[in-house]
């Protein structure tokens, strides 16, 4: 019998590595219970599909519990974060999950999010232009984190001149969104950039409410759908945050996570540089490998039994994509890059109604930006031999990504 399975999420080589854990969890304990997150961990790719679309068993509205257990002057201190998370429709369970969803996507759907490649291509364009003469630069912060960020804010239509603010306020706000468990300091510091993050969103909502533009915001604001309903404006104001929160912390990962894979697969990347047709197969298989996407979190709504586990109301499950993307019970040889493969879907985006409302955007961005790279350097490798990865469960992603290139 081997050793109990001890997942202490934050030690650094299972962040570097979580996958040989996850295989342990996957083999030996697939409804396996974390003492120290006090939850319900699951690995395997059918038991994370069917959960994703078990809406009865299992609820999405994860803040609320969380939010009512909080004393008086805690709640308080959040005020912001509690005011707006409430209403994004990833934490919400139907009919306002299907209302919230339903209104958001009559203006963000695949034809608006399709519609933007030649603004990714000119943006990824412009930012590695910036880095003519280069010879060593960190892929993070000059690349694969502003471009997903100045695309949701064109398509928004906020300036591009707000960078360095949106994506401060951005990086703030993921202290509480991408923790489980945070310093107390540091939920002041999400509290204080939700609040400012509000105060831009609602001056911009208020200034396309007199002037409409041809961006989403303005079309969010004027949003009427066939029985007249329409976003209330602190609900606008939330589904802002959201598009930009949601629209590229996770594209940031899934860009710098991808182009990780392809240095370590050598033969993987010279496979795409001569064949950039490969790029929508490469992305899928890249998402698959190494994808953004850390844990879901849902509540137990109905006690019920899994793998002979009592799961009782209340508790908490945290559903492991990435793990499920490596289940061999669903690929052949999964710690392998194939950019060719061929298979079922990865789950990297959700599966069921919470699927991820944005992902044509997010693949447009890596179908633009993998080829390009590879079109714009003969070499890309990297300059240190062990990134460090973000400290969350949330996301799977790096602190920096620091690379060597030589020009084509
Ligand atoms: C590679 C990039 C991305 C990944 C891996 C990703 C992943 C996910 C996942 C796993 C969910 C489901 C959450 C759940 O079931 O609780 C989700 C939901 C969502 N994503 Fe994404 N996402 C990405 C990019 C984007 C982009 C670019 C946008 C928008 C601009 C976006 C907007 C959303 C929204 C609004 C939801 C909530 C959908 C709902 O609850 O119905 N995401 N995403």
Not at 135 to 160: H, S, T
Not at 250 to 265: Q, S, V
Not at 272 to 296: H, T
Request: glycine share 6%; net charge negative; charged share 25%.
């Amino acid at each position: 019998m081997s050793a109990a399975i001890d997942w202490r999420p934050d030690d650094p080589a299972t962040l570097a590595d979580p996958y040989p854990l996850f295989a342990r969890m996957r083999d030996e304990d697939p409804c396996h219970w974390s003492p120290r997150l006090k939850s319900w961990v699951l690995t395997r790719y059918d038991d994370v599909k069917r959960v994703c679309t078990d809406k009865d068993r299992l609820s999405s509205d994860r803040l609320r519990p969380y939010f009512a257990s909080l004393p008086g002057t805690e709640a308080q201190r959040i005020a912001n974060i509690v005011r707006y998370l409430s209403l994004w429709m990833v934490f919400k369970d139907p009919p306002e999950h299907t209302r919230l969803r339903r209104l958001a996507g009559k203006v963000f759907h695949a034809r608006s999010m399709q519609a933007m490649r030649p603004q990714v291509e000119q943006i990824a364009g412009w930012l590695l232009d910036r880095l003519d003469g280069r010879d060593e630069f960190d892929a993070i912060a000059e690349f694969a984190g502003p471009l997903p960020c100045l695309v949701i804010m064109a398509m928004l239509g906020v300036p591009r001149d707000a960078l360095g603010d949106v994506k401060r306020m951005s990086d703030d706000m993921a202290l509480f969104i991408g923790s489980s468990r945070i310093a107390a300091e540091k939920y002041d510091t999400a509290e204080g950039a939700t609040r400012e993050m509000a105060a831009f969103f609602r001056a911009l909502i208020d200034a396309r409410r007199r002037e409409p533009r041809d961006d989403l915001l303005s079309a969010l604001v004027h949003l009427r759908d066939d029985d007249g309903d329409r976003f209330s404006d602190d609900e606008l104001v939330a589904t802002c945050i959201m598009l930009l929160f949601a629209g590229h912390e996770t594209t940031t990962n899934h860009i710098a996570n991808g182009l990780l894979a392809l240095m370590r697969f050598p033969q993987q990347m010279a496979a795409l540089r001569a064949d950039p047709g490969l790029a929508p197969a490469a992305v899928e298989e890249l998402l698959r490998y190494d994808g953004p996407s850390g844990a879901q979190v849902r509540i137990v709504a109905q006690t019920h039994e899994l793998h002979g586990r009592v799961l009782e109301a209340g508790q908490r499950v945290f559903i492991m994509l990435n793990a499920a993307n490596r289940d061999p019970r669903a690929y052949d040889e999964p710690d392998r890059l194939d950019l060719a493969r061929d298979g079922v879907a990865h789950l990297t985006f959700g599966y069921g109604p919470h699927i991820c409302l944005g992902f044509p955007l997010a693949r447009t961005e890596g179908q633009v930006a993998f080829p390009l790279l590879l079109d714009r350097y003969r070499e890309i490798e990297p300059a240190v031999e062990q990134p460090q990865w973000i400290n969350s469960l949330v996301f799977r992603g790096m602190v920096s990504l620091p690379v060597r290139v030589r020009r084509a």
